[in-house]
């Protein structure tokens, strides 16, 4: 098999709902391309000095969003990057747009039964700290389903198969991949 850093792929960008494996998906993804792996919700974090839930707490979603989109449009322009973004980064036009125009898009679709596993005793996810999570899980998919296709040149089905099994797939389907739709 040809070493994988030698194929000229633009970034990736992986797109979907909280605990549908992006994190650990592009992780794998960016050991087998040899790419520099960075999760923009770390990178906020990062960048802040704070948790998520504190910026939310302290500006609210607006705040971190605003946050967001600074580090998405810087991420987004530079080289051989695989990037896990937050599930909420498709709210905003300039993402999509910075995502969709700068790299590969991988949106990696997770039903919500499977969010809801994987997610349940995190407490770093702040649109969760509700009374029902089920149904804001169900909501927030209702919502961000449709722009994460839009943007999205290839959905990946996340609820089986292990992580690394999935980081192939992704190459398999990308390879000889072209920016233009």
Do not use: C
Not at 20 to 41: P, Q
Not at 87 to 109: H, K, P, S
Not at 121 to 146: I, S, T
Request: glycine letters at 8%; hydrophobic letters at 35%; aromatic letters at 6%.
């Amino acid at each position: 098999m040809p070493n994988k850093a030698l194929i000229p792929l633009p970034n990736i960008y992986l797109v979907g709902p909280m605990g549908a494996g992006k994190t650990t998906v592009g992780r794998h993804l960016a050991e087998l391309l040899e790419r520099e792996f960075i999760d923009s919700d770390h990178e906020i974090e990062r960048k802040t000095g704070a948790s998520i839930p504190w910026i939310f707490e302290k500006e609210g979603e607006s705040g971190f969003r605003q946050r967001e989109r600074m580090v998405i449009d810087e991420l987004t322009q530079r080289p051989n990057l695989v990037l896990a973004t937050g599930g909420g980064v498709v709210t905003q036009f300039a993402n999509r747009q910075a995502l969709q125009q700068r790299g590969i898009v991988i949106y990696l679709y997770a039903p919500v039964e499977i969010q809801l596993q994987r997610t349940y005793r995190d407490k770093n996810r702040p649109l969760l700290q509700v009374e029902n999570p089920e149904k804001r899980l169900q909501d927030l998919l209702a919502m961000r389903d449709p722009l994460y296709r839009e943007i999205a040149h290839h959905i990946i089905d996340t609820h089986q198969g292990a992580a690394r099994e999935l980081a192939h797939k992704i190459l398999r389907d990308i390879s000889g991949y072209s920016l233009h739709r």
